[in-house]
T-cell receptor, first 110, second 116 residues
Framework: KQEVTQIPAALSVPEGENLVLNCSFTDSAIYNLQWFRQDPGKGLTSLLLIQSSQREQTSGRLNASLDKSSGRSTLYIAASQPGDSATYLCAVDSNYQLIWGAGTKLIIKP | GAVVSQHPSWVICKSGTSVKIECRSLDFQATTMFWYRQFPKQSLMLMATSNEGSKATYEQGVEKDKFLINHASLTLSTLTVTSAHPEDSSFYIC????????????FGPGTRLTVL
């Protein structure tokens, strides 16, 4: 059974710092892995999607990596800003279902 | 954490038929539910937001008459794809939020729809 874990559960850092969010999964047989952002009271915003054949994807200040063999993905945020404060979720597309991590709540202090 | 289920997990239907997808919050009351759609190799797109007992709010470009959303109870929302066509083939995902505004959302496993 696929399980997805995100560490840390919460993170608070000063503005301007680079940071890394972690996502691990137990079964390497995945179709893709996605990172999302969730703002309070709003729907999800899709950030990056990494296909199983890819190792990383980049969008602006965000870079996501995928290591299927070790069951890990990281989301790197460069030069963090207060507007980056949100909950970040990773989800693995496995066996035709999305398996969700519990999320990392990120707070960027001005 | 709280559990959200979807039924069916996958469905294949003929063009022109209607398909209903259920989203249930199993151990909490969901005042707000969100419906998303994801085409292959593309990002998740928000389709609509539904609040229990009121009409759903649709995102721009989503046809409300084609994608009927009913949120009649605090534990169940349904999405009906009416007169489905092959271009409606997609992965449909719901999420549920307890209360309104600022509360944690919980996501369902998704429903894969294939229209022949």
């Amino acid at each position: 059974k696929q399980e997805v874990t995100q560490i840390p559960a919460a993170l608070s850092v000063p503005e301007g710092e680079n940071l890394v969010l972690n996502c691990s999964f137990t079964d390497s047989a995945i179709y893709n892995l996605q990172w999302f952002r969730q703002d309070p009271g709003k729907g999800l915003t899709s950030l990056l999607l990494i296909q199983s054949s890819q190792r990383e994807q980049t969008s602006g200040r965000l870079n996501a990596s995928l290591d299927k063999s070790s069951g890990r993905s990281t989301l790197y945020i460069a030069a963090s800003q207060p507007g980056d404060s949100a909950t970040y979720l990773c989800a693995v597309d496995s066996n035709y279902q999305l398996i969700w991590g519990a999320g990392t709540k990120l707070i960027i202090k001005p | 954490g709280a559990v959200v289920s979807q039924h069916p997990s996958w469905v294949i239907c003929k063009s022109g038929t209607s398909v209903k997808i259920e989203c249930r919050s199993l151990d909490f009351q969901a005042t707000t539910m969100f419906w998303y759609r994801q085409f292959p190799k593309q990002s998740l797109m928000l389709m609509a937001t539904s609040n229990e007992g009121s009409k759903a709010t649709y995102e721009q470009g989503v046809e409300k008459d084609k994608f009927l959303i009913n949120h009649a109870s605090l534990t169940l929302s349904t999405l009906t794809v009416t007169s489905a066509h092959p271009e409606d083939s997609s992965f449909y995902i719901c999420s549920a939020e307890e209360g309104q505004g600022g509360n944690e959302q919980f996501f369902g496993p998704g429903t894969r729809l294939t229209v022949l």
